[in-house]
């Protein structure tokens, strides 16, 4: 059981008749009224489209304060994390709750190794794909089927925790690799035994028995840290979509298949790409003007928004962008790339924070806004952004719905509604 402390009492007043619901206090004196009981004493429900005020759990994982820009995973800040941790020590962190000793991480990476590779008969699905499809329908259609491969699965919740754990991480790693090759159009490269999380990745992206592919420490330190910065969230769309799934009983792997689906949206995951789409559309046929697009972002009668800019949560800049944005920087110089798309991200963020409707909306960067290029540099292609993010989101998925999967007070997610549709009436009569 999660416990938050109930602090007071709330009074409501209905029709005459006042009611009392608890007040509870969480770990950083954020504070939640309980309405479980709402409809049965008052007969009402609440009204709250996107949940921008609905508490849907309490939660030992991710800590976000959204007004000073604030990130911790079990506790630890975003800043401490991407400056002393990797990936896999951060995805340990966040399942278990505690950062793995020597032997525990040894163990994990061991676990790592063992689940890298897939049914051999798996590879063949990539051939049926056709050569224009989008990695992230290859994702999620791959995760899903690895519980076809692995029967035992269906029943994921009996299955020892690191196992599952590594062995989605791993796999996802792999089947993330195999569909950027099947976009290529080049051979694919198996996960070896003495390459790190990310080395291995890179090398299963970029290794060609004409070029081969040697790790390069600084890109290495890099992707670790915008993996970490990507690992978790709390209660963001795609990780409530994993925990919905997972809230009616199915298994591990049909819920992340499904939060992949949710990250795509361009609203979401997507918008890193989405990002690098708008930087591009901006120098190739704005001209490279930056008032004019901060001009259409602002004006209700046009659809285009400012990608990477703005969040439900946060209402000052997002800590994880000023980390990708020094991240961005050290990428370029260090592989001497002049990116154009760069200057125009920074003059689109000069311009916006100097902008009162931007201001007004606390509209700023978010993880999304600098991320891409960094990806660019590093030479994975645009669609393949959103791939990545869902490779650091999905400890984070996995801790989420371990934890809904074991809280006392889990139900199935099912939300009520207000109806204001038509009243009875008769086919005959109409
Ligand atoms: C992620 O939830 C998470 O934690 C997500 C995430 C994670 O780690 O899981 O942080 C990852 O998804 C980051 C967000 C990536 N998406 C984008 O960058 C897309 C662009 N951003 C917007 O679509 C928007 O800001 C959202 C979707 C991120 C947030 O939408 P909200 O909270 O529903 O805010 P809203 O649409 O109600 O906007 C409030 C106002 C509106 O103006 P008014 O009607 O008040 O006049 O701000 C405006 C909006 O029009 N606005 C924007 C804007 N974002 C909001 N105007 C221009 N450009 C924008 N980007």
Same mark, same amino acid.
């Given at each position: 059981m999660l416990y938050a402390k109930e602090i007071s009492k709330a009074t409501l007043?209905?029709?005459?008749?006042?009611?009392?619901?608890?007040?509870?206090?969480?770990?950083?004196?954020?504070?939640?009224?309980?309405?479980? %009981?709402?409809? #049965?004493?008052?007969?009402? +429900? =609440? @009204?709250?489209? $996107?949940?921008? %005020?609905?508490? #849907?759990?309490?939660?030992? +994982? =991710? @800590?976000?304060? $959204?007004?000073?820009?604030?990130l911790r995973y079990r506790g630890y800040d975003i800043a401490d994390l991407t400056e002393h941790c990797n990936f896999l020590e951060v995805a340990y962190l966040l399942v278990h709750g505690f950062l793995p000793n020597k032997e525990e991480y040894a163990a994990f990476s061991s676990m790592m190794n063992q689940h890298s590779m897939l049914h051999e008969d798996?590879?063949?699905?990539?051939?049926?794909?056709?050569?224009?499809?989008?990695?992230?329908?290859?994702?999620?259609?791959?995760?899903?089927?690895?519980?076809?491969?692995?029967?035992?699965?269906?029943?994921?919740?009996?299955?020892?925790?690191?196992?599952?754990?590594?062995?989605?991480?791993?796999?996802?790693?792999?089947?993330?690799?195999?569909?950027?090759?099947?976009?290529?159009?080049?051979?694919i490269v198996y996960p070896r035994p003495d390459l790190s999380y990310c080395d291995n990745f890179l090398n299963m992206l970029f290794y060609t028995p004409v070029n081969g592919y040697k790790p390069d420490p600084v890109i290495t330190k890099a992707l670790n840290q915008l993996l970490i910065l990507q690992a978790d969230h709390e209660q963001n769309c795609s990780?409530?979509?994993?925990?919905?799934?997972?809230?009616?009983?199915?298994?591990?792997?049909?819920?992340?298949?499904?939060?992949?689906?949710?990250?795509?949206?361009?609203?979401?995951?997507?918008?890193?790409?989405?990002?690098?789409?708008?930087?591009?559309?901006?120098?190739?046929?704005?001209?490279?003007?930056?008032?004019?697009?901060?001009?259409?972002?602002?004006?209700?009668?046009?659809?285009?928004?400012?990608?990477?800019?703005?969040?439900?949560?946060?209402?000052?800049?997002?800590?994880?962008?000023?980390?990708?944005?020094?991240?961005?920087?050290?990428?370029?110089?260090?592989l001497g790339v002049n990116d154009p798309l760069l200057d125009i991200a920074q003059r689109l963020e000069a311009g916006a924070l100097s902008d009162q409707y931007f201001q007004e909306r606390h509209l700023y960067p978010n993880v999304d806004f600098y991320t891409g290029i960094s990806y660019r540099a590093i030479g994975i292609p645009t669609n393949m952004f959103t791939v990545l993010f869902a490779l650091g989101r999905l400890p984070g998925w996995i801790a989420q719905w371990l934890e809904m999967r074991d809280a006392s007070e889990h139900r199935i997610y099912r939300p009520r509604q207000l109806y204001v549709g038509p009243k009875l009436h008769s086919v005959k009569a109409d």
């Open positions: 007043e209905v029709n005459g008749k006042t009611f009392q619901l608890p007040v509870y206090m969480g770990t950083e004196g954020e504070m939640a009224l309980d309405i479980r %009981n709402l409809r #049965a004493q008052t007969g009402l +429900i =609440t @009204y709250d489209p $996107g949940f921008g %005020n609905t508490g #849907a759990c309490a939660s030992n +994982i =991710t @800590y976000i304060d $959204g007004e000073k820009g604030i798996m590879r063949h699905f990539y051939n049926l794909f056709p050569e224009h499809a989008h990695p992230m329908a290859m994702l999620s259609a791959m995760v899903v089927t690895l519980s076809t491969f692995y029967p035992e699965l269906e029943h994921s919740a009996n299955e020892a925790i690191d196992s599952m754990v590594t062995r989605l991480l791993s796999k996802l790693r792999t089947i993330a690799a195999f569909a950027y090759k099947k976009m290529k159009g080049h051979p990780s409530t979509v994993v925990k919905a799934v997972g809230s009616s009983d199915a298994n591990l792997y049909a819920s992340i298949s499904a939060g992949i689906c949710a990250l795509w949206g361009p609203k979401h995951g997507g918008a890193n790409q989405a990002v690098i789409e708008m930087l591009e559309d901006i120098q190739n046929n704005q001209h490279g003007d930056v008032i004019g697009a901060l001009e259409r972002a602002k004006s209700k009668e046009d659809p285009f928004r400012l990608m990477g800019f703005g969040h439900r949560v946060y209402k000052t800049y997002d800590p994880r962008a000023e980390i990708a944005k020094k991240i961005c920087h050290k990428v370029l110089d260090y």
